[in-house]
């Protein structure tokens, strides 16, 4: 999809005789996407703005020449020019290209509803609710195994919400 901006961009660089980028040309060193991290509700939209930080110090809005990408669609799409929408609850994140450099802004839409804190409390894991004591050793093993086996698993999903 070509944008406006990319269009007029082109037609007066060809207009111009199409010259090479500047020899003193100073480098982007990174890239600063506004804002960072976002909370947003179902619905929402919020706009990105990009800025490229330059090795001789100079700051540039480059919100117009950047690329936007969601990794997920389905939760918070992103238009060529920035702008996200939040679909539905989850977390995604969207990565920025400018020049060869990338930024990454991470978007949490939480659930709509809340959890009573007294339902939840009440039994949180497999180790809250008694089932260990009851099951004794052959869950102990298995939970055991498990951790050991996988790590990065550290925390057991709770077995009931209200």
């Known amino acids: 999809m ?73 939760t918070v799409p992103v238009k060529a020019s920035g702008l996200v929408k939040s679909l539905g609850s989850g977390e995604a994140g969207v990565r920025v290209h400018f020049q060869g450099l990338v930024a990454v802004v991470g978007f949490t839409v939480p659930l709509s509803y809340t959890i009573r804190p007294e339902v939840y409390m009440a039994q949180q894991t497999i180790w809250d609710s008694g089932t260990v004591q009851k099951s004794g050793r052959r869950i102990l093993s298995n939970v055991y195994y498990c951790c050991r086996r996988y790590p990065l698993v550290t925390r057991l999903v709770p077995s009931r919400v209200g």
């Open 2 to 74: 070509v944008r406006p901006l990319d269009a007029v961009t082109l037609r007066d660089w060809i207009a111009s005789r199409a010259p090479a980028a500047l020899s003193d040309e100073s480098e982007v060193v990174r890239l600063e996407v506004v804002p960072s991290d976002c909370v947003m509700s179902p619905g929402e939209t919020q706009q990105l703005v990009v800025r490229a930080h330059y090795a001789d110090g100079r700051v540039r809005d480059v919100t117009w020449l950047a690329q936007f990408f969601s990794n997920d669609e389905t």
